[in-house]
């Protein structure tokens, strides 16, 4: 007896049904890869808490010190020194989203030949903390935590200083696409995320205005908890002790970018 083969008809509804199948498994995989990226970020995040609580023990429960800028001004080196004793594993300044810095890229300029989500990187001054002669991370600090600023800074108010003056909902590390930031209510959001020669880089809201996981950003707070944050909830963080928190953002009506308005 003669065995009977597939038809191509058969044959084009088992090619369908595959392909059909391929169309739904494909998405939900990718936002399955995303989804894991975005829970190793928020682990490492949750680290930095920890991290600047032991600071924090040795020091009187200080922030680290304004005085510890180092020799590169802007390199964020006052976080980068003080904090790199207390752990082990450089890994956890990157987010799994964030790619290395191309060769031949000035690590000290973010406006070079840049996009969101890619890593930052800064020369080391300080080869005993650390071998090599780049840092590379993809967070940044609030650098309203810090302490021991100069009296004769005219928003020296504006700092928390120690641990134990800070509220809970004062945001400590951020994906960041630079090493820091002094962001204030006022900052505008930038009205092109995926063109950082667009930015105004004095608006420092922009830094952490990414959208590096699915229209927000992984934030570690002062009472040690972590989350991701949307976007638009930036400003509606306690940055430093004066920043209103019900600032023209919170406004009915206020108008964002169109990337923004459906995040």
């Given at each position: 007896?003669?065995?009977?083969?597939?038809?191509?008809?058969?044959?084009?509804?088992?090619?369908?049904?595959?392909?059909?199948?391929?169309?739904?498994?494909?998405?939900?995989?990718?936002?399955?890869?995303?989804?894991?990226?975005?829970?190793?970020?928020?682990?490492?995040?949750?680290?930095?808490?920890?991290?600047?609580?032991?600071?924090?023990?040795?020091?009187?429960?200080?922030?680290?010190?304004?005085?510890?800028?180092?020799?590169?001004?802007?390199?964020?080196?006052?976080?980068?020194?003080?904090?790199?004793?207390?752990?082990?594993?450089?890994?956890?300044?990157?987010?799994?989203?964030?790619?290395?810095?191309?060769?031949?890229?000035?690590?000290?300029?973010?406006?070079?030949?840049?996009?969101?989500?890619?890593?930052?990187?800064?020369?080391?001054?300080?080869?005993?903390?650390?071998?090599?002669?780049?840092?590379?991370?993809?967070?940044?600090?609030?650098?309203?935590?810090?302490?021991?600023?100069?009296?004769?800074?005219?928003?020296?108010?504006?700092?928390?200083?120690?641990?134990?003056?800070?509220?809970?909902?004062?945001?400590?590390?951020?994906?960041?696409?630079?090493?820091?930031?002094?962001?204030?209510?006022?900052?505008?959001?930038?009205?092109?995320?995926?063109?950082?020669?667009?930015?105004?880089?004095?608006?420092?809201?922009?830094?952490?205005?990414?959208?590096?996981?699915?229209?927000?950003?992984?934030?570690?707070?002062?009472d040690g908890s972590c989350r991701k944050v949307g976007l638009k909830g930036l400003w509606r963080l306690k940055w430093h002790r004066k920043f209103n928190t019900g600032n023209?953002?919170?406004?009915?009506?206020?108008?964002?970018?169109?990337?923004?308005?459906?995040?």
């Open positions: 007896m003669k065995k009977k083969g597939f038809t191509l008809i058969e044959l084009l509804v088992v090619i369908a049904i595959i392909a059909l199948l391929l169309a739904i498994l494909v998405p939900s995989l990718g936002k399955a890869k995303e989804m894991a990226k975005e829970l190793v970020c928020l682990t490492r995040m949750k680290q930095w808490s920890l991290i600047v609580n032991l600071y924090g023990n040795d020091y009187d429960s200080k922030f680290p010190d304004y005085k510890c800028f180092g020799p590169i001004a802007g390199a964020g080196h006052w976080w980068m020194q003080s904090l790199r004793p207390y752990y082990d594993d450089p890994k956890i300044r990157l987010c799994p989203s964030a790619e290395r810095l191309p060769e031949g890229v000035d690590p000290l300029d973010p406006l070079t030949n840049r996009n969101p989500n890619q890593c930052w990187g800064a020369i080391n001054p300080y080869p005993e903390l650390e071998a090599g002669d780049f840092i590379y991370g993809s967070l940044g600090a609030n650098c309203w935590m810090l302490s021991d600023v100069a009296s004769t800074n005219a928003v020296a108010d504006r700092y928390w200083g120690k641990q134990s003056g800070a509220t809970w909902d004062v945001p400590l590390f951020l994906d960041c696409y630079w090493v820091d930031g002094w962001p204030n209510e006022n900052n505008l959001p930038q009205d092109d995320p995926d063109d950082p020669s667009t930015w105004d880089i004095t608006q420092a809201m922009q830094l952490f205005n990414i959208d590096r996981h699915g229209g927000g950003v992984s934030v570690t707070f002062m023209a953002t919170t406004v009915p009506g206020f108008i964002w970018p169109d990337w923004m308005e459906g995040l």
